[in-house]
């Protein structure tokens, strides 16, 4: 009987593997053209019918993308522009998921709906207004302007992770915490911060994916081409003799590694912090 159910949960992994396989392969397949045809030469990528792995590998795109001025810059720009929204949100955010976990306030429940409906909000519909208002501030043609308009969207996903984790934190810890002399502040930042690290570590990854991925707000607010991120630089190859799709795929795969590198390395805290910040708050 032992082996027999050691053969099904055998045979049953062998089954769940196999269809977690074929599921991922159409959202992995894009990735994998993107990096071969950024290794291709122009004839290869317009050649019928198409390779699906090159004939000759060339890394010159990749080199003609690292030495290039511009895309140095885009690079500092994007990672400016994620930073800078990330540490806004986060400061913001955290004490915010905090107060309304620990605390009893009138209209706590529509505060939080009102995070929800945020949430909904396509990004085009409040271009008008931030644009008028950053017009007004002088803030257009700077990196404040991405960075606010993007802070603006990952704040309530921060809010809506951290509060459920913060609520699962026993209150009789931080009592402790205060019984030894700590203060409320002290508190927070020695004992609830480092039990909530997975939620924390989430908020922050998603805060500066939100920024890196930015291009709606840094092309509206920004119409100099020195202060755009890796996202609105792409178009430059985009010109009146054609496109180079190969350059195109190189700077794209470019543009992901830090995104990938974020996960590989984070993915153990995401994946905690996710799956805590699920549970009904």
Same mark, same amino acid.
């Given at each position: 009987?032992?082996?027999?159910?050691?053969?099904?949960?055998?045979?049953?992994?062998?089954? #769940?593997?196999?269809?977690?396989?074929?599921?991922?392969?159409?959202?992995?397949?894009?990735?994998?053209?993107?990096?071969?045809?950024?290794?291709?030469?122009?004839?290869?990528?317009?050649?019928?019918?198409?390779?699906?792995?090159?004939?000759?590998?060339?890394?010159?795109?990749?080199?003609?993308?690292?030495?290039?001025?511009?895309?140095?810059? /885009?690079?500092?720009?994007?990672?400016?522009?994620?930073?800078?929204?990330?540490? #806004?949100?986060?400061?913001? /955010?955290?004490?915010?998921?905090?107060?309304?976990?620990?605390?009893?306030?009138?209209?706590?429940?529509?505060?939080?709906?009102?995070? #929800?409906?945020?949430?909904?909000?396509?990004?085009?519909?409040?271009?008008?207004?931030?644009?008028?208002?950053?017009?007004?501030?002088?803030?257009?043609?700077?990196?404040? /302007?991405?960075?606010?308009?993007?802070?603006?969207?990952?704040?309530?996903?921060?809010?809506?992770?951290?509060?459920?984790?913060?609520?699962?934190?026993?209150?009789?810890?931080?009592?402790?915490?205060?019984?030894?002399?700590?203060?409320?502040?002290? /508190?927070?930042?020695?004992?609830? #911060?480092?039990?909530?690290?997975?939620?924390?570590?989430?908020?922050?990854?998603?805060?500066?994916?939100?920024?890196?991925?930015?291009?709606?707000?840094?092309?509206?607010?920004?119409?100099?081409?020195?202060?755009?991120?890796?996202?609105?630089?792409?178009?430059?190859?985009?010109?009146?003799?054609?496109?180079?799709?190969?350059?195109?795929?190189?700077?794209?795969?470019?543009?992901?590694?830090?995104?990938?590198?974020?996960?590989?390395?984070?993915?153990?805290?995401?994946?905690?912090?996710?799956?805590?910040?699920?549970?009904?708050?």
């Amino acid at each position: 009987m032992i082996r027999i159910r050691i053969k099904k949960r055998s045979s049953k992994k062998i089954l #769940l593997t196999l269809v977690a396989i074929l599921v991922s392969i159409p959202m992995i397949f894009p990735l994998y053209w993107i990096l071969i045809s950024s290794l291709k030469t122009d004839a290869e990528i317009f050649a019928t019918p198409q390779t699906f792995f090159p004939h000759h590998i060339i890394f010159d795109n990749y080199i003609e993308q690292l030495q290039a001025a511009g895309t140095l810059q /885009a690079f500092f720009n994007s990672l400016l522009i994620a930073g800078g929204s990330m540490i #806004l949100s986060v400061s913001l /955010a955290v004490p915010c998921a905090y107060g309304l976990a620990k605390f009893r306030m009138y209209g706590k429940g529509v505060f939080i709906m009102t995070f #929800l409906v945020t949430q909904m909000l396509p990004s085009s519909l409040v271009l008008t207004p931030l644009f008028l208002t950053y017009n007004k501030l002088n803030l257009l043609n700077t990196y404040w /302007a991405p960075i606010l308009s993007t802070a603006t969207i990952s704040i309530p996903f921060v809010v809506l992770v951290l509060r459920p984790i913060f609520r699962e934190i026993p209150g009789e810890i931080e009592e402790a915490a205060r019984i030894d002399g700590c203060n409320r502040f002290t /508190a927070f930042f020695r004992i609830i #911060l480092p039990l909530g690290k997975s939620g924390l570590v989430t908020a922050m990854t998603f805060s500066f994916i939100y920024g890196w991925n930015d291009l709606i707000y840094s092309i509206t607010f920004n119409s100099l081409e020195i202060l755009r991120p890796m996202t609105a630089a792409i178009y430059n190859y985009i010109d009146l003799y054609g496109t180079r799709w190969n350059m195109i795929m190189a700077y794209g795969i470019i543009l992901v590694i830090p995104i990938v590198i974020i996960f590989v390395f984070l993915q153990k805290y995401v994946v905690d912090g996710l799956i805590s910040g699920s549970v009904k708050g």
